[in-house]
């Protein structure tokens, strides 16, 4: 199983970066999809998941500023992330949650500096 994350970078402040989170091996649409954030010497901490039948849930930071989604027929979810701010500035990890096994990828940087 392979999870890859791509699309992070570097970004002013009030710019916009679409994550992704292709995987193989696994039959994508069975998992959940989450994408988690850690920034410097802090814990990971959720930033928004969405199930298989598609319900969504946000953290309340990123509401109305980030969007989860998923292709099933790509393998492939997506975070797009508008209005990013100095706080955003963190490495991005896609987790995929089944219901006995779970998996990560090995995440993607996004800097916000102006």
């Known amino acids: 199983v392979q999870v890859v994350e791509s699309g992070g970078g570097l970004v002013q402040p009030g710019g916009s970066l679409r994550l992704s989170c292709r995987a193989s091996g696994i039959i994508f649409s069975n998992y959940a999809m989450a994408w988690y954030c850690q920034a410097p010497e802090k814990q990971r901490e959720l930033v928004a998941i969405v199930d298989s039948g598609g319900l969504v849930h946000y953290e309340a930071s990123v509401k109305g500023r980030f969007t989860i989604s998923r292709d099933n027929a790509l393998n492939t979810g997506y975070l797009q992330m508008s209005s990013l701010n100095f706080e955003d500035t963190a490495d991005y990890y896609c987790?995929?949650?089944?219901?006995?096994?779970?998996?990560w990828g090995q995440g993607t940087q996004v800097t916000v500096s102006s």
């Open positions: 987790n995929l949650r089944g219901d006995r096994l779970d998996y």
